[in-house]
């Protein structure tokens, strides 16, 4: 692929929303989805994702903004003539007709004869590995399989994106890790554009270019699966993605590029970011566990001591709890890395790198998930 047809913007939602009564589904978002690119919509239930991907579908009208395909303004452009396929969670194929029927049907629909469509039939079954399938109805096929014909049929008439929603959603956990596997090679071979709309945030994270990561229906972040890892951009998407560890502080010295904040009775060393934070203001911070070192050999940038609270084997992990006044820290530590020869209530030096640390207004603290 040439690097201009991979800037090239395939989809671009500009300020949309959806407005459903008097309810807020969707709230003046913009997206820019490149060329071939596996974009995902993440997010817990409720936030919007479906809702997104129906307005680009055109299954949805927005309540107010653009919607571009291909550089060209679609907003009022009717579902069927978009040049996107979409697949649902529920994956429905045709009951009546066997799996080379099904994935006719939508060539049938354009006009387009059995004979012309039959080399095209034969492609994508062979992408989706369903080549000796051709006859079978619905009932004779596995929930995997039937997901399978599904995406065939998406894809045979070449849209220039597919819209998936959570279309693994009703697959077992096995059969839905080689399914994104499969998925992400047919994305990769085809070079289509996907937008993949999931509330799992691992399958998010291993599958995708770029993530929107979406709160109660406006986009907190969009950034490669890296970015929104390491460099979550709020509260909300540090508590949604992974495992975090969140301590309130208070700002004590601000200087060029970084600030002391005090937790508890200790002094730590944040980097500042794009939040105005200055001395004397209330923090969230933020820290993920496996980069809380315990007891490192050299001496880190910041350290404290705490007192081990709690040690949960979890196969090639420790989960490690430590205490320090009121608050609170967890760090996961490799199983084959670490002599656990200490008891509870033994004091540990933990450390950790300035880079690994965000820091927040204390204001976003509301908005962090606590599930899990
Ligand atoms: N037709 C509708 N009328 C009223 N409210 C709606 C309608 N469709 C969706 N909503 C509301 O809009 C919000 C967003 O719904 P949406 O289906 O987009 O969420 P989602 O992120 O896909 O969630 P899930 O992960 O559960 O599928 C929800 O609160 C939902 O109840
Ligand atoms: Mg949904």
Known sequence: MDKESSNFSQIVLKNVSKVFQDFVAVDNINLDIKKSEFFSLLGPSGCGKTTTLRMIAGLESPTSGKIFLGGKDVTNVPAYKRDVNTVFQDYAIFPHMNVWDNIYFPLKMKGISKKEAAPKIEKVLKLVNMLNFSNRYSHQLSGGQRQRIALARALVNEPQALLLDEPLGALDFKL?????????????????????VTHDQTEAITMSDR?????????DQIGTPDEIYNKPATPFVASFIGEMNFVDGKVVEEYEDELKVKIANNFIICKKNNYLIKKDDEVLVSIRPEKVYINPEQKLPNQIYAKLSRIVFRGDNYQITTQFDSSELTSVV????????????????????????????IQLKKNIIKYK
């Open 211 to 219: 993530i929107a990561v979406m709160r109660q229906g406006v986009v």
């Open 334 to 361: 490799a199983a084959k890395s670490i002599n656990l020869n200490f008891n509870l209530g033994h004091e540990l030096r933990l450390g950790w790198y300035t880079e690994d640390v965000q820091v927040f207004p």
């Open 176 to 196: 839905r890790v080689a399914m994104q596997t499969v998925l992400k090679d047919i994305q990769q071979e085809l070079g289509i554009t996907f937008i993949y």
